[in-house]
Antibody
Framework: AVQLVESGGGLVQPGKSLKLSCSAS????????MHWIRQAPGKGLDWVAY???????VYADAVKERFTISRDNAKNTLYLQLNSLKSEDTAIYYC???????????WGQGTLVTVSS | DIVLTQSPALAVSLGQRATISCKTN??????????MHWYQQKPGQQPKLLIY???NLASGIPARFSGRGSGTDFTLTIDPVEADDTATYYC?????????FGSGTKLEIK
């Protein structure tokens, strides 16, 4: 069965960095585009970043120049490097697998990032 | 970026029909497909895919859920609603990157 498991969240001070991981199993990870999507407490879903199967990347304007998405196909793992964190980056961060025409049939359970002094 | 607009809340009586709308500021159709998808999210859970490409039922989703629409106007229908359908429902477009979501419609079952 397809499984996505995020890790690496936690409490971090403004301006600091954090690296999230998403471990994938149950499918050929290298063949799929992957996304990070976040959800601030009590708010809606907010798309963050995308990496294609060939490692092309796209970012939301709010995180461009601060976040970096990457993947290690040998380890079946997706990453999100979060730098220069702001309080407004506080959210649950989900990884999701993109299917065929851009829908997300598989999501991880999310990892909570809290940015606070 | 494509903006998706949803009404914030809807209350429907048990056993009745719920219709949730999603309007976009740009056409999300491309070569015969409407790049619009629907998700259900319950508190403390990740979103669950209900409908993909506007009208296709995702695996394991009951036929009470249906989607329709094209261009810039889309609807998700639940008929009949059950108590377990209490949740927030999101639309999402994949016509263009960045993919975007609607702000969500919170469904209350009376």
């Amino acid at each position: 069965a397809v499984q996505l498991v995020e890790s690496g969240g936690g409490l971090v001070q403004p301006g600091k960095s954090l690296k999230l991981s998403c471990s994938a199993s149950g499918f050929t990870f290298s063949s799929y585009g992957m996304h990070w999507i976040r959800q601030a407490p009590g708010k809606g879903l907010d798309w963050v970043a995308y990496i294609s199967s060939s490692s092309g990347t796209v970012y939301a304007d709010a995180v461009k120049e601060r976040f970096t998405i990457s993947r290690d196909n040998a380890k079946n793992t997706l990453y999100l490097q979060l730098n220069s964190l702001k309080s407004e980056d506080t959210a649950i961060y989900y990884c999701a697998r993109e299917d065929y025409r851009g829908w997300f049939a598989y999501w991880g359970q999310g990892t909570l990032v809290t940015v606070s002094s | 970026d494509i903006v998706l607009t949803q009404s914030p809340a809807l209350a429907v009586s048990l056993g009745q029909r719920a219709t949730i709308s999603c309007k976009t500021n740009q056409n999300v159709d491309y070569y015969g497909n409407s790049y619009m998808h629907w998700y259900q999210q319950k508190p403390g859970q990740q979103p669950k895919l209900l409908i993909y490409l506007a009208s296709n039922l995702a695996s394991g989703i009951p036929a009470r859920f249906s989607g329709r629409g094209s261009g810039t106007d889309f609807t998700l229908t639940i008929d009949p609603v059950e108590a377990d359908d209490t949740a927030t429902y999101y639309c999402q477009q994949s016509r263009n990157l960045p993919f975007t979501f609607g702000s969500g419609t919170k469904l209350e079952i009376k």
